[in-house]
């Protein structure tokens, strides 16, 4: 069974900085691609950062390039969100997402979700 936890979300002030991590079971982690999200309430879920199954290419949304980065430990199966210089517009729900080929033309399998708020 394929499980995505994400943790290490929470409260930080605006210029702050969080690290989300996503601990990934049920697959072989490091043949897969994998990619935040992030949801606020009312709007549309976001790609926010992709990163390849060997580290080697990263791609960002505009609004967290700079600012965030995308990284895994093949050897954990974790990969990382490390987000500095925090804005209230980064308020969201944090998502790790990845397709695998499940079906014939791939399945999208998500975590739960860690909350993320930046205020003052």
């Known amino acids: 069974q394929v499980q995505l936890v994400e943790s290490g979300g929470g409260l930080v002030q605006p210029g702050g900085s969080l690290r989300l991590s996503c601990a990934a079971s049920?697959?072989?982690?490091?043949?897969?691609?994998m990619n935040w999200y992030r949801q606020a309430p009312g709007k549309e879920r976001e790609l926010v950062a992709t990163?390849?199954?060997?580290?080697?290419?990263?791609n960002y949304a505009d609004s967290v390039k700079d600012r965030f980065t995308i990284s895994r430990d093949n050897a954990k199966n974790t990969v990382y969100l490390q987000m500095n210089s925090l804005k209230p517009e980064d308020t969201a729900v944090y998502y790790c997402?990845?397709?695998?080929?499940?079906?014939?033309?791939?399945?999208?399998?998500w975590g739960q979700g860690t909350q993320v708020t930046v205020s003052s």
């Open positions: 990163i390849t199954s060997a580290g080697g290419s990263t």
């Open positions: 997402n990845t397709v695998l080929p499940t079906s014939d033309y791939g399945d999208s399998y």
């Open positions: 049920g697959f072989t982690f490091s043949s897969y691609a």
